[in-house]
C-alpha cells in the first residue's frame, strides 16, 4: 500500500505528469488546388506545461500504419489550447480513401484521441 501511495504522490510531484496526450479533436481535409494532393487543417488539445512538456506533431497515417506526413510543432503551446495547424499538398496516394490523423508530445509519445478521415476523389 505503501508503495502505491509513493508512486502516486511521486507523479503529482513530477513536472508535466498531469498533462497528458496530445488529442486530435478536429481534422479537415479539401483537395489542393492541382486536384492530386490535400490540405489538411487539424486542431490539438494538450496541457503543454513548457519545453519539455508538450504536443510536438501531429501525423497523417495511411490504412497500413504507414505515415504519409507529419506537421511538426516547434513550440508549446501553453495559453492557445486548443490549437490548430494546418499542412499543405500532402500526396495520398490512390487507392488510399481514409487517412487517420494522430498526436504526438514529447513525454507520451502517440497515443492520445484519433480522428479518422475519408479521403476526398
Not at 505528469?17 to 481535409?29: C, H, W
Not at 490535400?38 to 508538450?54: A, I, P
Not at 502517440?110 to 475519408?118: F, M, Q, W
Request: aromatic share 6%.
Amino acid at each position: 500500500m505503501a508503495a502505491v501511495v509513493l508512486c502516486a504522490v511521486l507523479m503529482l510531484l513530477a513536472p508535466g505528469a498531469g498533462a497528458g496526450k496530445a488529442d486530435v479533436i478536429a481534422a479537415t481535409i479539401e483537395p489542393s488546388t492541382d486536384g492530386r494532393r490535400f490540405n489538411l487543417s487539424v486542431t490539438l488539445r494538450h496541457d503543454d506545461s513548457g519545453w519539455d512538456h508538450y504536443a510536438n506533431r501531429w501525423e497523417v497515417v495511411g490504412p497500413d500504419g504507414r505515415v504519409l506526413a507529419t506537421r511538426t510543432l516547434y513550440h508549446p503551446h501553453v495559453d492557445e489550447q486548443p490549437f490548430t495547424r494546418s499542412l499543405a499538398n500532402v500526396d495520398i496516394p490512390m487507392p488510399i480513401t481514409w487517412i487517420k490523423i494522430r498526436g504526438h508530445d514529447l513525454v507520451h509519445g502517440l497515443g492520445g484521441r484519433e480522428v479518422t478521415l475519408s479521403v476526398p476523389r
